[in-house]
C-alpha cells in the first residue's frame, strides 16, 4: 500500500457540537404548510420532530466511532485531499470494489452493504463473493476537501478513483459501483476504461431516452416516463437551484442545520420506497448519520456547487446510442426510482450487460434501503468477472 494513503480518523471537536445545539435551540420555525401532505415541501410536524430528536437524543460521537472503524483514511489525489472509508475482506481473493456515493448522500448509505460484500460466510453467502470494499467521498461533499477551484467534474473524479485504487494496490483487478451522483462516476470509469477495471454496478442510469425510445415505449416503459415527468415537475426544485445560483441556497445550507436538514430530507422523502413517509424507510439515525456529514463539514454549498459546474460544463453522459460502453455493465433498477430505466433501453447504451434485476421494493437509497437486493444485484453482476 502507498504511502501517501494516511488514516485519518474524524474527530469533531466538542465545540462543533454545542455550536449545533445552540443553533437548533434557537430555531426560528415557518408557518406550517396549508396542505395535508408534502406537495409543498418537507411538513413543519415532521421536521420539528426530527429535530427535536436530533437536540436531545442524537449521538454523534456513536457514528462518528462507526466511521472510525471503517477504516477511515485519506490521500491526496491531483491536489485534493480525499477521505476514504477502506474495509478489506477476510478473503484473500476477494476483488476491490470502489463504490461512490450520490446527493443528499454519503458513504453512510452502504453502512448496512459493507459486512455481507465484505464478508459473504459470515451473513450466509459464498466466500467466492467477497468484495474489498473503498468508499470515497466526492470531492465537495463529507470529508473530503473541497474545490477551490472549477474542474472536478466526473470525468476528473473517475481518474481520481482509479489512482486511489492504485496506491491501495488494487490497480491490476477490480470494479467499480455508484447510484445517483455516483453512477456519472461509475459511468465514466467505464467509459474510459480505466486499467484493472473488470465492470460496473449501477442502480441509477445517467441517459434520457430518445424520441424514437418514447414513441415506441411498452406499457412498463411508459409508467417509467411519467414517474420521471412527475419527479422532474414537481420534486426537483432543488435540482434547479442548485444548476443555477448554488451560492445563493449555500447561505442557508451553511448557517442553518434545519434549513439543511430540511433540504436534505424533503429528497428523502420523496424518492424512497415509501413515498412521502421517510420514517416508514429510514430510521432518524440514519436520517441524521447523513445530514451530519454535510453539516459539521460544512459541506452544503459546496456539494451543491457540482450540479452548477455539471450544466455548465456541458456535461454529457457517456451512455450513448450511438456509441454504447463496451464494459461488462450490471444494473439494480430498485421499483419506486422515479428516473428508472427499462432493461431494452440500457441495453442499447451498453455493450455488455452481464446482469439486470428489478426488485420487488425500494427507491431510490437502495444499498440503505434494500440492502440485501443491493448485496445480490452486486454479486450477480461480478460473479463471472473476477
Known amino acids: 500500500m502507498s504511502a501517501e494513503i494516511e488514516p485519518r480518523a474524524i474527530a469533531v471537536p466538542d465545540e462543533a457540537l454545542a455550536d449545533l445545539r445552540e443553533r437548533l435551540n434557537r430555531t426560528r420555525w415557518p408557518s406550517r404548510e396549508t396542505v395535508e401532505d408534502e406537495r409543498q415541501g418537507a411538513r413543519l410536524e415532521r421536521v420539528r420532530a426530527l429535530v427535536d430528536y436530533w437536540r436531545r437524543d442524537y449521538d454523534w460521537r456513536r457514528w462518528e466511532t462507526q466511521l472510525n472503524a471503517l477504516g477511515s483514511s485519506t490521500t491526496t489525489i491531483d491536489g485534493l485531499a480525499i477521505h476514504f472509508l477502506h474495509v478489506r475482506s477476510p478473503e484473500a481473493d476477494a476483488l476491490p470494489l470502489v463504490m461512490t456515493h450520490g446527493w443528499p448522500s454519503s458513504v453512510a448509505e452502504f453502512r448496512k452493504v459493507i459486512g455481507p460484500l465484505t464478508d459473504p ?33 466526473f470525468p476528473r473524479i473517475a481518474e481520481a478513483w482509479g489512482t486511489l485504487m492504485e496506491r491501495l494496490d488494487y490497480g491490476a483487478r477490480w470494479g467499480a459501483q455508484g447510484g445517483d451522483l455516483g453512477a456519472a462516476v461509475t459511468d465514466q470509469i467505464g467509459r474510459k476504461l480505466l486499467p484493472g477495471c473488470v ?23 411508459r409508467a417509467m416516463l411519467a414517474d420521471a415527468e412527475e419527479f422532474w415537475d414537481t420534486m426537483s426544485g432543488y435540482a434547479k437551484e442548485q444548476q443555477t445560483r448554488p451560492q445563493t441556497i449555500g447561505y442557508s445550507l451553511a448557517d442553518s442545520p434545519v434549513g439543511l436538514a430540511a433540504w436534505i430530507y424533503t429528497h428523502f422523502e420523496d424518492v424512497c420506497g415509501t413515498p412521502g413517509d421517510a420514517e416508514a424507510s429510514f430510521t432518524r439515525d440514519e436520517l441524521l448519520d447523513t445530514i451530519m456529514m454535510y453539516w459539521l463539514p460544512n459541506a452544503g454549498p459546496s456539494s451543491a456547487r457540482i450540479y452548477w459546474e455539471m450544466v455548465q460544463s456541458g456535461f454529457r453522459s457517456p451512455a450513448r446510442v450511438d456509441d454504447p460502453i463496451a464494459i461488462p455493465a450490471g444494473f439494480t433498477m430498485f421499483p419506486r426510482e422515479h428516473v428508472r430505466k427499462s432493461e431494452r433501453w440500457v441495453r442499447r447504451r451498453y455493450g455488455d450487460v452481464v446482469h439486470f434485476d428489478e426488485p420487488d421494493r425500494g427507491g431510490h437509497f437502495g444499498a440503505l434501503e434494500h440492502p440485501d437486493a443491493f448485496v445480490a444485484g452486486v454479486r450477480a453482476t461480478f460473479r463471472g468477472l473476477r
Open 121 to 153: 460466510a459470515a451473513h450466509g453467502g459464498d466466500p467466492a463473493d467477497a468484495f474489498h470494499l473503498v468508499l470515497p467521498t466526492i470531492p465537495g461533499f463529507g470529508f473530503t476537501e473541497q474545490p477551490r477551484e472549477l474542474g472536478w467534474m
Open 199 to 221: 465492470g460496473i454496478h449501477q442502480t441509477f442510469a445517467m441517459f434520457f431516452p430518445t424520441e424514437s425510445e418514447v414513441a415506441d415505449a411498452t406499457a412498463a416503459e
